[in-house]
């Protein structure tokens, strides 16, 4: 498993009477590849996996491994109420041909170091399927510690990565100083991704990539290439955008930038409700402002209809 570069967490397509729209998200993953990213990293909290059933799961997982058809790695995100059907994921993503998996702690469930600990372990245990940990104690109200993931390093061959989205990008540096480069370590906050880099990431699960990966690609490559100057001039163009990764409405918002750029639609099950009102217009203000003034970027970008 090659855990670099940048690999959206990709949102889940519905169709207007919420089904999973499976045709749309093959396209969706084929042209992200096409525009660059790394990976596609599936039934993460941007692809609500927490309203989709078991069953749904898995045909998202069938979907999005036929249509890569090993042009990048598939990593299947692992979250659930309880740690037997985490480790029923976790199992059927590998039969299904997933490439890795990423481990989020239990939904719900705040529990202490060894019950987290214990949780995370059986979905290592459970498959030889490389693992990145995925840490949001913002979302999740559990923390792990880089003590605690150096211990879990220290005890897991496969497990090989990490997800650092506490907003605090120390964390990157101090994981660093106690692992070296034991585990790659990738940002997963779209406003924070080239402070990460520079104290160490090499990877970004980005949620903006969904609608916008060749900006997504540059703005990475930029911040790896110590290419300071270009990095800042696309971040400056991008925050707006990629501060709408870090609110409790982060779903809505970049599905939102979706329907706008043209790829795909806003609508999301509840309980998440699609924008209303002055906040659905002040939103799309600013998104068509950040489209109108888009970069044209020096690499061609490849739209999803093939034109």
């Known amino acids: 498993m090659n855990w670099k570069g ?3 967490a990709i949102t889940t397509s519905f169709s207007k009477d919420l089904q999973i729209d499976h045709g749309f998200m093959a396209e969706h ?3 992200l590849l096409e525009n660059g990213c790394a990976g596609i990293v599936a039934l993460g909290s941007l692809g609500e996996g927490a309203t989709l059933s078991l069953d749904e799961k898995l045909q998202v997982l069938r979907t999005i491994v036929g249509a890569v058809n090993r042009r990048g790695p598939v990593v299947a995100s692992v979250s659930a109420l309880t740690t037997s059907e985490a480790v029923a994921v976790a199992k059927s993503a590998a039969d299904l041909g997933c490439d890795a998996l990423m481990v989020l702690p239990p939904y719900v469930y705040q529990g202490n170091w060894r019950e987290m600990k214990t949780h995370v372990a059986a979905v290592f245990e459970a498959t030889p399927l490389s693992c990145m940990l995925y840490n949001n104690p913002v979302a999740y109200g559990t923390d792990f510690l880089p003590v605690q993931i150096q211990e879990l390093a220290a005890e897991y061959e496969n497990f090989e990565a990490v997800k650092e989205s506490s907003t605090d990008v120390r964390r990157v540096s101090a994981i660093r100083a106690l692992l070296d480069r034991r585990l790659e370590i990738f940002v997963g906050v779209d406003d924070a991704v080239l402070e990460a880099i520079g104290v160490g990431a090499t990877g970004w699960i980005a949620g903006l990539a969904n609608a916008l990966p060749r900006e997504s690609v540059d703005l990475f490559n930029f911040g790896m ?4 100057d270009k990095a800042f001039e696309l971040y400056r163009w991008f ?3 990629l501060r709408m990764d870090t609110t409790p409405n982060f779903v809505q918002l970049i599905k939102l930038v ?3 750029a043209g790829i795909g639609n ?3 099950r509840p309980p998440r409700l699609e924008l209303v009102g002055d ?3 002040q939103t799309r203000t600013i998104i068509r402002d950040a489209l109108r003034s ?3 970027n020096a690499i061609s970008y490849v739209s999803l209809n093939g034109k």
Do not use: F, S, T
């Not at 290439?225 to 300071?228: D, Q, S």
């Open 6 to 8: 940048v690999m959206p």
């Open 29 to 31: 993953c084929g042209w």
């Open 225 to 228: 290439n110590e290419e300071g």
């Open 239 to 241: 925050l707006p955008l």
């Open 258 to 260: 979706q329907a706008e």
């Open 266 to 268: 806003a609508r999301v």
């Open 279 to 281: 906040e659905l217009e």
């Open 294 to 296: 888009r970069p044209r």
